[in-house]
């Protein structure tokens, strides 16, 4: 792919020392030449309300328009209860509706976490993966990015400093410019026949 690549990355959390923040700070830093990772940042967003969907926040207008200008998505999301946290779902929601208008359908995606724990958020990837079929979203298989033990790959600045987890970071971000390569060659194919 000639043209730069522009990544949306969202956080799923809105603790500001979150080690999913500093990773997605570290795909920024660690993205390939000619990749740009942008930052939306999910606090401000109200509950979701499907009275107010088709009118919604002004925070919610821009995240779709994030979502709909980027060539491809990075979700970089912690575990809550075993599952995705209440902030990015809402969001999702919010950016999904109202039906017929999801700012999300036929994205390519990447999803990486960090915990605390040694599974490394690897049920709310899963559970986010089971979202994304209903959303149209195509997320890449591998490599899977969870970043178990992130006390010790991170510094008290929220520098990642473990060079094998950079490594998968990069790889991670490799493979998603050359998947979205691969579906928007198709999708641009398939609107030019219908023009």
Request: aromatic share 8%.
């Amino acid at each position: 792919m000639t043209k730069p690549i522009n990544i949306l990355g969202i956080a799923g959390s809105l603790r500001r020392q979150s080690y999913n923040r500093s990773a997605l700070r570290a795909a920024q830093e660690l993205a390939p030449a000619g990749v740009t990772v942008n930052n939306f940042e999910l606090d401000g967003i109200p509950a979701f309300n499907e009275d107010e969907e088709k009118n919604p926040p002004a925070k919610v207008v821009e995240l779709k328009k994030q979502i709909r200008s980027a060539d491809a998505l990075l979700i970089v999301t912690p575990e809550y209860n075993y599952s995705v946290p209440g902030v990015l779902k809402n969001a999702i929601d919010w950016a999904s509706r109202p039906y017929g208008d999801s700012a999300w359908s036929g994205k390519p995606a990447a999803i990486m976490g960090a915990s605390i724990g040694s599974i490394g958020t690897a049920r709310a990837q899963y559970h986010l993966r089971q979202i994304f079929v209903f959303l149209n979203v195509f997320p890449i298989n591998q490599p899977e990015v969870m970043i178990g033990n992130a006390s010790q790959r991170f510094d008290a600045n929220g520098n990642l400093t473990d060079d094998e987890t950079r490594g998968f970071i990069r790889k991670l971000l490799q493979e998603l410019v050359d998947w979205t390569a691969r579906i928007q060659t198709p999708q641009a194919e398939s609107q030019l026949q219908r023009k």
